[in-house]
């Protein structure tokens, strides 16, 4: 095997695997070194919810786009990823009810199917949830979730196949350059050259910046999901719920299962060290996250909690991306920041950062949007209301 590449990639998450896919089919030579195995990070852990509720017309977009190779995975790439249309909920409060409509009027205009739905639609949707609270909800009936270990592994596995080198197990602990030019990288053993190096380690996106001599403002922060069988009677599968009221959200999984997480902003003060956490889940989040469940969904006061764990966001000042290269000219891109919402993104990010790589004439979405320059430009990327800025 020759240890030059035409670009190397740090990291075996969904980010890193798409991206190698795309740049593989466009004739480069490419490697992905990561230090683990393929998806064994937090993309395997994730929640893996693909809904297309974003308030700015990019992420919308990279989102329409998203769930349309999810519904087409097999045809496109030839595996699975478990793609389990269920329908996706957005309630809001009152004071939320306008900005909700502009996010559909917005959603709409790109293409996407999302609709206003009052408490009676509701209530057929998910029989049984409390609507009282609420004034308004958006309704995505293409949206669902997927399988994120099985999606990773067959993104993995299609770029193999497309001639990618995957190095599982090796960890890249330096970035060599050549004047301002970026070279390669280096392991514990070995080296690997290449004039294209991109950050797709997620979580650890900082500490890699760090070893290219960038600094990153991405901190690896401590998230927990807990699980709860459904009772006798309510084991049906039931549309993913985003309660922006409780702060929660929830979604069916294999089993009679429903996964709940948060929707907390308070998530990013807890960063942690993403080499050594601690990857259970706490018994007072359960207790949390459940009594949350019951408060919008009262029939799963007769669950069984069976448990959950703990991984990672990599949380940026504005929870959205950095897709750049650092500094201009340099060979050395970052794909990382993805504050626990890039699952469904995943694949546009991987379109996004070949053409970006490749310098594409006409690239079919903007990367400049996540620039790493925005912050101190003072132009982060902001949702124009605040509930639709998390998640
Ligand atoms: C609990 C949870 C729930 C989530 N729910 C959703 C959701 O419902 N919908 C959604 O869209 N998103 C969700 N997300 C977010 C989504 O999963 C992430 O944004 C996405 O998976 C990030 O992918 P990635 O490829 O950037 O990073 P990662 O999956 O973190 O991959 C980075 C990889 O880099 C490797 N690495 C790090 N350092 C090195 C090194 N020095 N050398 C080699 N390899 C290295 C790591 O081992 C890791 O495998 C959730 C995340 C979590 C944790």
Known sequence: MSDIFDAIIIGGGIMGCSTALELARRGLKVAILEKNSIGAGPTGKSSAIIRQHYSNELTASMALYSLRVFQEFHERFGGECGFTQTGFLALVRAADQAGLEANIALQQQVGIQTSLVGPETLRELVPGLVTTDLVAAAYEPESGYADPYLTVTSYAQAARQAGVTILQHTAVT????????????????????????????????????????????????RVQVAFFRRPVGREATHPVVADFINATYFRSETGQLTLVGLIDHAEAKAIVDPDHYKESVDDAFILEAGERLIARYPAMEQSQS???????????PDWHPIMDELPAGSGFFVCSGFSGHGFKLGPAVGLMMADLVTQASNPQFDASFFRASRYAENAPVRGQYEYSIVG
């Open 174 to 221: 330096g970035i060599q350059y050549a004047g301002s030019r970026v070279t390669g990288v280096s392991t514990a053993n070995e080296r690997y050259q290449a004039p294209i190096v991109i950050n797709a380690a997620g979580a650890w996106g900082a500490q890699v910046g760090q070893m290219g001599g960038v600094t990153l403002p991405i901190n690896p922060c």
């Open 306 to 316: 069976t448990g959950g764990y703990a991984s990672l966001y990599a949380i940026t």
